[in-house]
């Protein structure tokens, strides 16, 4: 089967790690898969790493005519037998693209819920992605339980398909030990470790995590002293350190910013804090359950049955400080055994995908 895959590779999070891992899957079990990236960077040049055949296509020097202009005769050169999109543009570029040339099953992955009120453009943007989902693509995969009821006010509940994102635990524990000595952790004190990885946004909910951190730090519950660690950038990220300084949490609170080596850094914590308002089902808790790091995450979209079935107990019903300082002190001084349950790999997630394809092929 021919597989095309477009997607923008503006950054590299949970959505591009996942298109990552999905093509790469899917070239281990003998599918030929190309990708349309409309930003060079690292998802572009990983995936040609997985032999994926890649053409970048860059937003940034063609406006949208032009784009679906290329594509279209991407399309006609690869003619490939299915085409699955990533995010909103790419949906309609894809979608609109496919209408125009070769008219073959289209699908498209919502990764989680819109963070921000739209704006006007934003909410021109939204119509017409949702009337290509509608009126011309063939499915509409949905990566949680919770995602897939959000979905069904904006889509027919015969286009939604729930799969959950899966990864490969051995190639995240090899690449976590490749880069084992980068990680530079000052253990002099004998600290326990806890991380938060992600976008410095609001959805996000740092400050929670920072007010946590400070609670923690002063109940002194714990055996051992806790160190906070921040992994990720965003347009938060110096309120963020100017709130801990000023709260004087300099001294056990480290921001580390964007870095490529996250899995080495994951596998070092102790215990790993998601206090997302809402989320799809994000990567990184995947990646950490693959690692054997335990996780306290805020009950909400895909985090709850993963963590339900790794055997973490660690959902948080009370989102606030006071209610992730509870769970996180409870773990720590009783961490539980976790690992990745086998719902959630990358060889589970490609079959239930590769199957979904072969369905519109066949039917």
């Known amino acids: 089967m021919k597989i095309l895959h477009i997607a923008s590779g ?5 959505a591009e790690v996942q298109v990552w891992t999905l093509c790469t899957e899917l070239v281990k079990q003998g599918q030929t898969v190309h990708a349309i990236i409309l930003n060079p960077g690292r998802l572009a040049e990983m995936l040609a790493e997985s032999g994926v055949t890649v053409t970048v296509l860059d937003e940034r020097r063609f406006g949208f005519a032009k784009l679906l202009e290329k594509i279209k005769l991407e399309l006609h050169r690869w003619q490939p037998d299915v085409i699955h999109t990533h995010r909103q543009k790419e949906n309609i570029l894809g979608s609109l693209a496919n209408k125009m040339t070769i008219s073959v099953p289209g699908f498209r992955t919502v990764h989680g819920a819109p963070e921000f009120t739209p704006s006007l453009k934003q909410r021109i943007q939204i119509g017409a992605d949702r009337f290509t989902g509608k009126r011309l693509q063939h499915g509409i995969i949905s990566v949680s339980d919770d995602l897939t009821q959000k979905l069904t006010g904006q889509f027919p509940a015969s286009k939604i398909h729930t799969i959950a994102n899966g990864i490969d635990p051995e190639a995240v ?47 002194a519950n714990t055996e051992h002293p806790v160190h906070f660690h921040l992994f990720g950038g965003g347009s938060l990220l110096e309120e963020h350190k100017s709130w801990a300084t000023r709260h004087n949490l300099n001294e056990f609170v480290t921001f580390h910013g964007h870095t490529t080596i996250i899995r080495s850094w994951i596998a070092r914590m102790n215990l790993l804090v998601m ?89």
């Open 10 to 14: 503006d950054t590299w999070a949970g």
């Open 173 to 219: 524990r090899k690449d976590a030990s490749a880069h084992d000595g980068e990680v530079a952790i000052n253990d002099q004190t004998n600290s326990l470790h806890v991380g938060f990885v992600g976008r410095m946004e609001s959805v996000k909910r740092v400050d929670l995590f920072l007010q946590m951190a400070e609670l923690i730090h002063h109940n």
């Open 275 to 363: 206090p997302s308002d809402h989320e799809g089902l994000p990567m990184t808790a995947l990646e950490s359950l693959a690692l054997g790091v335990p996780m306290v995450t805020h009950a909400t979209g895909g985090l709850i049955p993963l963590l339900k079935t790794a055997g973490c107990n660690g959902l948080v019903e009370k989102h606030c400080a006071a209610g992730y300082a509870e769970r996180v002190e409870a773990l720590l001084k009783a961490p539980p055994s976790v690992a990745l349950p086998e719902a959630y790999t990358a060889a589970r997630n490609a079959n239930e995908i590769v199957a979904l394809y072969q369905s519109a092929l066949t039917g």
